[in-house]
C-alpha cells in the first residue's frame, strides 16, 4: 500500500482513504509486545496503521507489510533541548539520521509516513525563538523530501505550539488530547485553516483510565474517530494500543491510554472500536446541485474541467456551461460534449453568464467554479455534508494551486493576489470565491444573482457583500476543495491583476464604506493557501507566565505569503518573486487609481512587539528533574509577579524573567534564564533551593 497527498486528503493506492491508527510503544522490554503477536491483533480491530515513537527496523517494518498495515514513523531526538543556539549538533545529527533511515528504507510497501518531531515543548521554542524553531523543522522536512519524494512528512504538533506549522510538510499532524467529545468537535475546524491547502492528521487523541472509567473511554474514542472523519480529516490516531508505556527510559505505571491492559485483556474501548463503521461524509438526503461554468475563449481549458466535473463521485448533480461569446471553437467543443447542458451568449461579462446558468439550473444548490479548475471528486459530498449541518445559504472551500511544473508557474503559484477566502472566524467566511462558490438557489434569487456591472472579477465580493447584507451567512467546508491552475505566464497574471484592481475601482464606487486609503477594508483573515506558520516579527499570545494551553498568532489581517515551491526555490528566482511582487502591487493599484478607486497604499497594523530585550542569562541544573515549573513556583511564593510585558513571564521590581527546561531522559534537567538585568537575589534564591548555576552568558537576543 502506497500512501500520497492529495489535496486536502490522503490517497492509499490512489483512492481516497481516511487513516484509522493507533500509537504502538516504546515498551520496557519485560512488556512481552512484538509485532508478531500484536500486529495481526491490530488490523483485526479495524486499523490501517501504526505510528511509532522511533525510526523502526525492518522486522517491524516486514511485519507491518505483512499484515496490510503501514508505519507512521516519528524521528526521536533531543528537539527537547536547545538544538538552536546552545547545541545546534542536535540538529545536525537528527538530519543525518534521518536521511540515512530513509536511504535504507524508502521503497519498504511498510513505510506510510514521516513524522519530523513531536511536540517540541512551548517553552524550549519560546527559548529557542519560534520562527527559528519552525525554520528547522522546515529544513529537515526539506531534506526528507529530498531523499524520498513520494513519501508524505509533517511534524506532529500540538495546540499550545499551533504556530510551528512548518511551511514545507505534506501534511498539518496534530496531537489533542480533549475530553469533551463537543469540545473536540468545535475545535476541529480550526485546524483546516492552521493546515491551509493540505490535509489534517490527528495523530493523537487518547483518555486515561486510571482517572477516568474505562466505559468513558469507550464512548470518547469513537466519538473522536467519527468527529474527525465528519470534520474532512485525513485520518485520526488513538493513543495507546498499551497500558505498557516507556517514557525518557522510565516505565510508567501511572498512566494507563491503552486499549489493553498491562496484563493483556481488552478494554471496553476496543470492543466499541472493533464495531464502529465510520459513516460516510455524504448527508442522508443529498441535495441536488448545478454545477455552473462560464468560459470565454476557454477551448484549452474547458475540457479538462468538464471531465472532472463528470468524474465527481456525487449521486445527484447536472453540468451546466455558458459559453460567453467565445471566438477560439470552444462554441464546437461543447457542442460535441456529452452529459452537460451548454449555453451560448453574445459577450455579456461573467456575472451575466453566471445569471443565466442560475437561471438554467435545476438544482437547489448552485456551485460555481471557473473554467480553468477541476473540482476533487468528493467536492459536492463535502459542501452536501457542509450545508446538511448549519443554515448558511452560501459554503465554499479552498482552491489549491497543483504543483507547479515550470519555473514560470513556482513564480505566478507563489505571487499574490490568487482568488482566497477570507473567515471572520472559523466557521463563518466573509468573503467565498467563485471559483469555488456555492449558494442555495433561493438566496440566490432573493439578492437578484451576481450585478452584471462586473465583466471579469469582483462579482464574487459583491455578490458576498449583498449576501451578507440581506442577513445571510457564509460557511466554510476545509475538506471540499478545487485544483485552480493560477496565470500560465507573467503577462497574464499581472493582466489578471489589473483586472482585478479594475474591479476594486467598481466596488468601491458601490460599497465605499467597506474600503479603507489602501483598498477594502476586510472584517476577518485573508487565508492564501499557506499553512499558518510563525515568522520574523509576528506576535504570540503565550498566556500568563507562557503557559496558555492553546496559544496563537496574534490577530493578523492575512496571511503569510506562499513561498516558492522547494523545486524552484534559488537565490535567483527569489529575485525574480520580488519583481513580479513589486509589478503586481505597484499595476494593481495603479488600475485601481485610474478607474475611480482609492489609490493610497495601506500601511496595514504591524503586530505589537515588546521592546525589552535580555541583558543576562543563566543556566541551571537540579538532579531531582525540577525545573521550570517549580521554579516558577518559587518566585511567585517569594515576591515574583505575573509580567505583563509579552517577552517575560515574571517580574520582580524592575527585573523581567523568562525561563525553560530541557526535556531529556536524564534526571539533571537544565533550566535557561533569561533576565532583562542582573539579579543578585535571584541567584541567592535558587542556590538555597537546590538549584545549580552552572553557566552564566552574555544574552543573545531569545
Given at each position: 500500500m502506497r500512501l500520497t497527498v492529495h489535496g486536502k486528503h490522503f490517497h492509499l493506492d490512489g483512492r481516497p482513504h481516511f487513516l484509522r491508527t493507533v500509537t504502538y510503544g516504546p515498551f520496557p522490554e519485560t512488556s512481552g509486545h512484538s509485532p508478531e503477536k500484536d500486529f495481526p491483533?491490530?488490523?483485526?480491530?479495524?486499523?490501517?496503521?501504526?505510528?511509532?515513537?522511533?525510526?523502526?527496523?525492518?522486522?517491524?517494518?516486514?511485519?507491518?507489510?505483512?499484515?496490510?498495515?503501514?508505519?507512521?514513523?516519528?524521528?526521536?531526538?533531543?528537539?527537547?533541548?536547545?538544538?538552536?543556539?546552545?547545541?545546534?549538533?542536535?540538529?545536525?545529527?537528527?538530519?543525518?539520521?534521518?536521511?540515512?533511515?530513509?536511504?535504507?528504507?524508502?521503497?519498504h510497501p511498510g513505510l506510510g509516513a514521516i513524522l519530523v518531531g513531536n511536540e517540541i515543548p512551548s517553552d524550549m521554542a519560546r527559548w529557542m525563538t519560534p520562527w527559528k524553531v519552525n525554520q528547522a523543522l522546515d529544513d529537515l522536512i526539506r531534506a526528507c523530501q529530498k531523499v524520498i519524494p513520494s513519501i508524505p512528512v509533517g511534524y506532529a504538533n500540538f495546540p499550545t505550539t499551533e504556530y510551528l506549522e512548518p511551511p514545507s510538510a505534506d501534511f498539518t499532524a496534530f496531537n489533542i488530547y480533549l475530553e469533551d467529545g463537543e469540545a473536540l468537535e468545535s475545535y476541529l475546524p480550526r485546524l483546516h485553516h492552521l493546515a491551509g491547502d493540505r490535509p489534517v492528521y490527528l495523530t493523537e487523541f487518547g483518555l486515561d483510565t486510571n482517572r477516568n472509567p474505562e466505559d468513558v473511554q469507550a464512548t470518547l474514542l469513537p466519538t473522536a474517530l467519527k468527529s474527525t472523519r465528519a470534520a474532512g480529516f485525513a485520518g485520526a490516531t488513538l493513543y495507546a494500543w498499551s497500558d505498557h508505556w516507556l517514557n525518557n527510559g522510565q516505565t510508567m505505571d501511572d498512566w494507563s491510554f491503552g486499549l489493553i491492559r498491562r496484563d493483556g485483556s481488552e478494554k471496553p474501548a476496543l470492543t466499541a472500536l472493533r464495531k464502529l463503521v465510520l459513516p460516510t461524509p455524504l448527508p442522508l438526503n443529498p441535495p441536488r446541485f448545478s454545477i455552473i461554468i462560464c468560459t470565454r475563449n476557454g477551448a484549452g481549458r474547458i475540457e479538462t474541467c468538464i471531465k472532472a466535473c463528470r468524474d465527481i463521485d456525487y449521486p445527484d448533480f447536472e453540468i451546466i456551461v455558458v459559453n460567453d461569446g467565445s471566438t477560439d471553437g470552444t462554441a464546437k467543443l461543447l457542442d460535441q460534449q456529452k452529459e452537460i447542458r451548454a449555453f451560448h451568449l453574445e459577450p455579456s461579462g461573467l456575472s451575466a453568464a453566471r445569471n443565466h446558468g442560475a437561471a438554467k439550473a435545476t438544482g437547489e444548490i448552485l456551485a460555481f467554479t471557473?473554467?480553468?479548475?477541476?473540482?476533487?471528486?468528493?467536492?459536492?459530498?463535502?459542501?452536501?455534508?457542509?450545508?446538511?449541518?448549519?443554515?448558511?445559504?452560501?459554503?465554499?472551500g479552498p482552491n489549491l494551486a497543483p504543483k507547479p511544473n515550470s519555473l514560470v508557474l513556482a513564480l505566478t503559484t507563489a505571487?499574490?493576489?490568487?482568488?482566497?477566502?477570507?473567515?471572520?472566524?472559523?466557521?463563518?467566511?466573509?468573503?467565498?470565491?467563485?471559483?469555488?462558490?456555492?449558494?442555495?438557489?433561493?438566496?440566490?434569487?432573493?439578492?437578484?444573482?451576481?450585478?452584471?456591472?462586473?465583466?471579469?472579477?469582483?462579482?464574487?465580493?459583491?455578490?458576498?457583500?449583498?449576501?451578507?447584507?440581506?442577513?445571510?451567512?457564509?460557511?466554510?467546508?476545509?475538506?471540499?476543495?478545487?485544483?485552480?491552475?493560477?496565470?500560465?505566464?507573467?503577462?497574464?497574471?499581472?493582466?489578471?491583476?489589473?483586472?482585478?484592481?479594475?474591479?476594486?475601482?467598481?466596488?468601491?464606487?458601490?460599497?465605499?464604506?467597506?474600503?479603507?486609503?489602501?483598498?477594502?477594508?476586510?472584517?476577518?483573515?485573508?487565508?492564501?493557501?499557506?499553512?499558518?506558520?510563525?515568522?520574523?516579527?509576528?506576535?504570540?499570545?503565550?498566556?500568563?507566565?507562557?503557559?496558555?494551553?492553546?496559544?496563537?498568532?496574534?490577530?493578523?489581517?492575512?496571511?503569510?505569503?506562499?513561498?516558492?515551491?522547494?523545486?524552484?526555490?534559488?537565490?535567483?528566482?527569489?529575485?525574480?518573486?520580488?519583481?513580479?511582487?513589486?509589478?503586481?502591487?505597484?499595476?494593481?493599484?495603479?488600475?485601481?487609481?485610474?478607474?475611480?478607486?482609492?489609490?493610497?497604499?495601506?500601511?496595514?497594523?504591524?503586530?505589537?512587539?515588546?521592546?525589552?530585550?535580555?541583558?543576562?542569562?543563566?543556566?541551571?541544573?537540579?538532579?531531582?528533574?525540577?525545573?521550570?515549573?517549580?521554579?516558577?513556583?518559587?518566585?511567585l511564593e517569594n515576591g515574583w509577579q505575573n509580567c505583563s510585558d509579552p517577552d517575560f513571564d515574571l517580574q520582580c521590581g524592575s527585573c523581567k524573567l523568562l525561563a525553560a527546561t530541557e526535556q531529556t531522559s536524564t534526571p539533571a534537567n537544565r533550566t535557561f534564564i533569561a533576565l532583562s538585568e542582573p539579579s543578585s537575589d535571584l541567584n541567592t534564591l535558587v542556590l538555597k533551593n537546590g538549584f545549580v548555576t552552572s553557566n552564566c552568558m552574555e544574552a543573545n537576543g531569545h
Open positions: 491483533q491490530i488490523r483485526s480491530a479495524g486499523f490501517d496503521s501504526i505510528r511509532v515513537y522511533a525510526l523502526p527496523d525492518r522486522h517491524l517494518l516486514d511485519h507491518a507489510a505483512q499484515n496490510n498495515l503501514i508505519i507512521i514513523t516519528t524521528h526521536a531526538w533531543g528537539h527537547g533541548c536547545d538544538f538552536i543556539t546552545e547545541n545546534p549538533s542536535l540538529l545536525d545529527q537528527a538530519r543525518r539520521d534521518l536521511t540515512a533511515w530513509l536511504e535504507s528504507h524508502k521503497d471557473d473554467d480553468d479548475c477541476r473540482p476533487d471528486e468528493q467536492w459536492l459530498t463535502w459542501l452536501a455534508r457542509a450545508y446538511s449541518e448549519s443554515n448558511h445559504a452560501a459554503i465554499g505571487a499574490p493576489g490568487a482568488p482566497t477566502h477570507v473567515m471572520i472566524d472559523d466557521l463563518t467566511a466573509e468573503h467565498l470565491p467563485g471559483c469555488h462558490l456555492s449558494v442555495k438557489k433561493s438566496a440566490f434569487a432573493q439578492i437578484e444573482g451576481f450585478d452584471p456591472i462586473f465583466h471579469t472579477a469582483g462579482d464574487d465580493v459583491d455578490f458576498c457583500w449583498r449576501l451578507r447584507d440581506a442577513g445571510f451567512t457564509l460557511g466554510f467546508s476545509g475538506a471540499s476543495f478545487v485544483w485552480h491552475h493560477r496565470r500560465a505566464t507573467p503577462w497574464k497574471y499581472l493582466k489578471q491583476q489589473m483586472e482585478y484592481g479594475h474591479a476594486e475601482a467598481l466596488l468601491f464606487k458601490k460599497h465605499p464604506h467597506r474600503f479603507s486609503e489602501g483598498g477594502i477594508r476586510w472584517e476577518g483573515c485573508v487565508y492564501r493557501g499557506i499553512a499558518l506558520g510563525i515568522e520574523p516579527g509576528d506576535f504570540i499570545y503565550s498566556g500568563p507566565t507562557g503557559e496558555a494551553p492553546y496559544q496563537s498568532l496574534g490577530k493578523m489581517l492575512r496571511q503569510p505569503m506562499r513561498g516558492l515551491h522547494p523545486n524552484f526555490d534559488t537565490p535567483i528566482t527569489r529575485i525574480l518573486l520580488t519583481l513580479l511582487c513589486w509589478l503586481q502591487n505597484h499595476l494593481r493599484h495603479w488600475k485601481r487609481k485610474q478607474n475611480g478607486g482609492p489609490s493610497t497604499r495601506s500601511n496595514w497594523p504591524k503586530s505589537p512587539l515588546a521592546d525589552s530585550q535580555p541583558t543576562s542569562q543563566l543556566i541551571l541544573t537540579h538532579t531531582d528533574c525540577l525545573g521550570r515549573h517549580e521554579l516558577y513556583r518559587l518566585l
